[in-house]
Structures are given as structure tokens and as C-alpha cells.
């Protein structure tokens, strides 16, 4: 294994649920506004993975008032709470 993987293999969440297209998710995103922390809730279902290891990345589609709002997670991200 070269440093680069090995870096990746460390920055990979472990934890994680097996994801598929179709499933119905709930993302915590953590949001920093001035100098407040807090957890934003987003819900919907995936339709779409893409790449693998710790670039992996899911499309969320939810619809809010009527209009679809597709937005991309990657969840290996410090930014999304596990």
C-alpha cells in the first residue's frame, strides 16, 4: 500500500450503512454560521452513488412546496454527522 491509500483507508467512516438507490435517508449536515455549530436535517430519497472509497458520493432527492431538490452528499465527509 502506498501513503495515499493508506491516508484514504484512515479518513473513511466506518460505521457507515450499506446504501442504495432508492433508499429513503436522513442527512445531518453539520452548518457553521459565525461561530454557531449546528445540525441541518435533510431527507429524501438517494438516486444516484457515485465513485467509491472515500470519494464516494450519494445524490439526495427530496420534494419541498411543490419544486425537486436534488443535492450531493459525500459521506465521508467531517461535515456530514454520522
Not at 10 to 27: A, N, S, T, Y
Not at 44 to 50: E, L, S
Not at 70 to 82: D, L, Q, V, W, Y
Request: glycine share 10%; aromatic share 4%; proline share 4%.
Amino acid at each position: 500500500m502506498n501513503i495515499i491509500d493508506t491516508l484514504e483507508q484512515e479518513g473513511m467512516k466506518k460505521d457507515l450503512p450499506e446504501l442504495r438507490i432508492g433508499d429513503q435517508v436522513k442527512v445531518n449536515v453539520k452548518v457553521i454560521e459565525g461561530t454557531r455549530e449546528r445540525i441541518q436535517t435533510y431527507e429524501g430519497i438517494i438516486i444516484a452513488k457515485k465513485n467509491g472509497g472515500i470519494r464516494e458520493t450519494i445524490v439526495v432527492r427530496r420534494v419541498t412546496f411543490g419544486v425537486g431538490v436534488e443535492r450531493t452528499f459525500p459521506i465521508h465527509s467531517p461535515k456530514i454527522a454520522g
